[in-house]
């Protein structure tokens, strides 16, 4: 039987590598790629995870914004596992509050990212998923907080049952436009260009949840958006109120829901409880 394969984006430090110890220390059967764009920060936190006794870790590179870097990853684990049983897409970006990049540069640089780069490893992972397999899509309480603000047209329409990937695709395109010409608020959109990437990382979840019922019924594939919560990271600072190894606690939960379990699926989940969208 093949080996079981978890991979953890953006993990050589703050949520991402305590979404691996977690794992590691959930007891996790398998090998757990922690992957980053830095081979020297990646390698080194693979050290750091093996030096607590868990063997299991390998490096891979993957930047995220890089579509050919998926790709290679995905030929990767083709040839070395024959499949993909755990995807956690943990590898995000935000702007500080005081950061003094122009609002348009922001939204285009933080979508890419964030909504495009989990895009880009979905499409090129996917395909290797096998039954029972488990997907974490790590989004944020602000997605709800942002869709909030949004026009009641937009709103309705972000919460559709129906929205296709590639409507919501050209929704976002839309949003980076709108921001890079001043207009995005006139247009509906929350003054948020983080809160904005996440809004299309909960509802790109509950499009691909969809799709999975659609095209692989029976397979038992579970995938989830999650909010870790205000974690102690670079990005988030020192005054949240979560350790790293807190914020881990929901998506390494979601990661390893037994098999046969039903739900959640397709949901926004924060404190392991399922969110209203």
Not at 223 to 242: F, H, I, Q, S, Y
């Given at each position: 039987m093949s080996t079981k394969v978890a991979v953890v984006t953006g993990a050589n430090k703050g949520i991402g590598l305590a979404i691996v110890k977690g794992l590691c220390k959930a007891g996790y059967s398998g090998d757990v790629l922690l992957t980053a764009r830095s081979d020297a920060l990646g390698k080194e936190a693979v050290e750091l995870v093996k030096a607590e006794g868990f063997k299991n870790v390998v490096f891979h590179r993957l930047d995220i914004c890089d579509q050919s870097s998926s790709l290679e990853l995905g030929k990767f684990l083709k040839e070395?596992?024959?499949?993909?049983?755990?995807?956690?897409?943990?590898?995000?970006?935000?702007y500080k509050v005081d950061a003094t990049e122009p609002f348009g540069e922001q939204?285009?640089?933080?979508?890419?990212?964030?909504?495009?780069?989990?895009?880009?490893?979905?499409?090129?992972?996917?395909?290797?998923?096998?039954?029972?397999?488990?997907?974490?899509?790590?989004?944020?309480?602000?997605?709800?907080?942002?869709?909030?603000?949004?026009?009641?047209?937009?709103?309705?329409?972000?919460?559709?049952?129906?929205?296709?990937?590639?409507?919501?695709?050209?929704?976002?395109?839309?949003?980076?436009?709108?921001?890079?010409?001043?207009?995005?608020?006139a247009q509906g959109w929350p003054n948020t260009a983080y809160g904005?990437?996440?809004?299309g990382v909960t509802v790109l979840s509950r499009i691909q949840a969809r799709v999975l019922n659609e095209t692989r019924p029976g397979d038992g594939i579970l995938?989830?958006?999650?909010?870790?919560?205000?974690?102690?990271?670079?990005?988030?600072?020192?005054?949240?109120?979560?350790s790293p190894e807190?914020?881990?606690?929901?998506?390494?939960?979601?990661?390893?829901?037994?098999?046969?379990?039903?739900?959640?699926?397709?949901?926004l989940v924060w404190d392991k409880a399922m969110q209203e969208w």
């Open positions: 070395k596992y024959g499949g993909l049983d755990v995807l956690i897409n943990n590898a995000g970006i935000a939204a285009e640089v933080t979508m890419r990212t964030n909504f495009w780069g989990t895009l880009w490893v979905c499409r090129a992972l996917f395909p290797l998923l096998r039954a029972n397999a488990r997907v974490v899509n790590v989004s944020s309480f602000v997605s709800k907080r942002s869709l909030e603000k949004c026009s009641p047209e937009l709103k309705a329409n972000l919460r559709r049952t129906d929205l296709s990937e590639e409507e919501l695709c050209a929704m976002m395109r839309e949003f980076v436009t709108a921001a890079q010409s001043g207009v995005h608020e904005t990437s996440k809004i995938l989830n958006a999650c909010c870790p919560g205000w974690v102690r990271t670079d990005m988030a600072g020192p005054n949240a109120t979560k807190e914020g881990a606690e929901t998506p390494v939960y979601l990661a390893l829901l037994p098999d046969g379990t039903k739900e959640p699926h397709g949901q």
